[in-house]
């Protein structure tokens, strides 16, 4: 039960809880703030902050970078446009109408656009450079990943199962690939991408699926993970992960699944290792880097599967995916510390504490620097020193 909780009902919560139809063996327990010895500080280069953030609420809206702007939102509908050399706003545009925007999925740069979705089943498009808003378009279900943009199109991932087109300059829809959601899942959705004109994404039925992006064909579906176990909840299979493409390969994770290796042409597994995860994976080329549902931070060899090495040192901490900056692996949690590891042997290098409201999504790369951003809408770009 705790298990299925603490991935789709908490944020910034505390999970030292106790589900209620629970037994003691089912209490988690947050590893303790592990004592690093710093190898390095990090510069504060400016701060800035955007709405009320997410507040308590689940999201993974995280910062683009692009067109020489930092972008950031809120889920209560500010999307602003920052200056990357101080955080001054360059523009500020509100998407609530008539009521909340509960803005979730994005943000997307594309086009000389900015693509966001929301809890209301929205996809909404903004002029990159004066942030007036373009067009606003309505699906059956939230948005809660980040859109893919190519080929002139849209592409969103529904929390119906259903993946929609849209044109990117009108709004128009274009096709639509729907799939079978089980009566019970976790909340998130993966991300889409692609390659070749091939799209590529996770169903909540545990599968991983890929279509032509110009027709909307579907094209092949691979099972990441197969239900099981006594109960709705053990037999969750969601795959929520954004699918990583490298070389000739795809690689995915499922919660309760499987991190998969998966030849892009055919679809047919090359190998597979048990690991469970609904957080986007990260690579250096030779090695994929997983945080697991238990939130150990995993290395394993891309060619073959092999683990390198485990860090179990952040145990429950809610720790954001993972993300590779000047050569450091780094996650956030939900205390709000980023933990540096080294991507050799996963021994912690830095940690530093950048707001304690907690992290949600990982910090984005701003050329030589990063911008991290924390549930209550602060925000810090940094640079190491």
């Given amino acids: 039960m705790m298990k299925l909780l603490r991935k789709v009902l908490i944020g910034g919560f505390s999970i030292a809880l106790l589900a209620g139809c629970a037994g003691e063996e089912d209490t988690i327990i947050m590893a303790p703030v592990p004592v690093v010895d ?20 689940y999201s993974k809206l995280k910062p683009a970078y692009g067109y020489g702007k930092v972008f950031v939102a809120s889920r209560d509908g500010v999307v602003s446009a920052l200056d990357p050399d101080n955080g001054k706003r360059i523009w500020s545009q509100s998407l609530d109408s008539n009521s909340i925007a509960r803005l979730s999925g994005g943000l997307t740069l594309s086009y000389g ?34 859109p893919l943009a190519d080929e002139g ?12 087109a849209f044109d990117a300059d009108t709004g128009s829809k274009k096709w639509q690939i729907s799939s ?10 993966s991300s889409p991408v692609s390659i070749s004109g091939g799209v590529f994404w996770g169903m909540s039925n545990g599968r991983l699926a890929a279509a032509l992006i110009s027709k909307g064909q579907l094209l092949w579906q691979q ?25 000739g390969r795809l690689f995915t994770i499922g919660f309760n699944g499987q991190l998969v290796a998966l030849e892009l042409r055919t679809g047919k597994a090359a190998w597979k290792r048990n690991y469970s995860s609904v957080t986007d994976l990260v690579t250096d080329g030779g090695r994929i880097f997983v945080v697991t549902e238990n939130d150990y931070v995993v290395a394993v060899d891309a060619r073959s599967g092999t683990e390198l090495w485990k860090n179990k040192q952040l145990e429950n901490r809610l720790l954001t995916a993972p993300v590779l900056i000047q ?9 709000g510390y980023l933990h540096w590891l080294s991507r050799e042997d996963g021994s912690f290098v830095a940690q530093q504490q950048i707001n304690d409201s907690g992290l949600t999504v990982a910090p984005i790369l701003v050329d030589d620097s990063f911008v991290v951003t924390s549930r209550d809408g602060k925000l810090k770009k940094m640079k190491i020193n």
């Fill in 38 to 57: 710093d190898q390095f500080s990090l510069d504060t280069q400016w701060s800035s902050s955007i709405g009320n953030g997410v507040e308590h609420y």
């Fill in 223 to 247: 099972p990441i993970g197969m239900p099981k176990g006594s109960t709705e909840i053990d037999r969750i299979v969601d795959v929520d992960s954004t699918p990583l493409i490298i070389g």
């Fill in 113 to 146: 656009k900015v693509f966001v979705g929301s809890e209301n089943g929205e996809i909404i498009a903004l002029d990159q450079e004066s942030g007036e808003e373009l067009w606003r378009s309505t699906i059956d279900g939230e948005v809660l990943s980040t």
């Fill in 327 to 335: 050569g450091k692996l780094v996650v956030g949690d939900s205390e």
């Fill in 180 to 189: 079978e959601v089980p009566s019970l899942t976790l909340r998130g959705d």
């Fill in 153 to 164: 199109l849209v592409i969103v991932h529904s929390s119906r199962g259903v993946l929609y």
